[in-house]
């Protein structure tokens, strides 16, 4: 600023003072990031001071900006952003989904020419095999009718890796049925068929 005085016979004289403006703490701790267990991921804070992340489990640092988190559960950290006009916060939650996990079903038993619907939990991208027989290889709920007792292996593969499970479906034959006896007899009388 600057400031000019005058005084009653006209003279003046001008002098200047500055003022600093210091900008108020901005911390900012990134998006929420998915990581497998036993994978690692990098935070990505940012602000203007000095940096303390919060808690410190599985950091790398806790006052850089960029620390490595490793970490076996979901968590939520803290980054404080301190300057010299005070301190302001900002959260990322870093989430570890569990392990695929998948289950085929129970075994199941069928005659030949019929048919059984596989019935499978679990979540993510499935795979099956042998694709014999299935109505569909990709699905979570195929349709089986195999010719022969098959042990369908199911494959679920999602971010942090693959899980497996298998099932049965027995196929039992039809039944041999002959039928013996005299096939020809007059009005009265009685055949034993066998």
């Given at each position: 600023y600057t400031v000019t005085g005058t005084d009653a016979s006209s003279c003046s004289n001008t002098t200047t003072y500055s003022v600093t403006v210091n900008p108020m703490p901005i911390a900012n701790a990134g998006f929420n990031v998915s990581m497998c267990s036993g994978s690692s991921t990098t935070l990505n804070g940012t602000g203007n001071g000095t940096y303390v992340w919060s808690p410190s489990t599985g950091l790398?640092?806790?006052?850089?900006?960029?620390?490595?988190?490793?970490?076996?559960?979901?968590?939520?950290?803290t980054l404080t952003v301190t300057n010299s006009c005070g301190s302001t916060n900002s959260s990322v939650t870093v989430t570890t989904p569990a392990l695929p996990s998948v289950n085929a079903g129970l075994d199941q038993t069928i005659c030949i020419g019929g048919n059984a619907t596989i019935t499978t939990s679990g979540s993510g991208t499935y795979a099956w095999s042998p694709g014999t027989g299935l109505s569909n290889t990709t699905i979570a709920n195929p349709i089986a009718n195999p010719t022969s007792s098959t042990n369908y292996t199911v494959t679920i593969t999602d971010i942090c890796g693959t899980a497996s499970d298998s099932v049965w479906i027995i196929v039992n034959p039809t039944p041999t049925v002959t039928v013996s006896g005299t096939n020809t007899i007059c009005n009265g009388e009685s055949t034993t068929l066998t």
């Open positions: 790398s640092c806790t006052t850089c900006a960029n620390p490595t988190a490793n970490y076996t559960a979901t968590i939520t950290y």
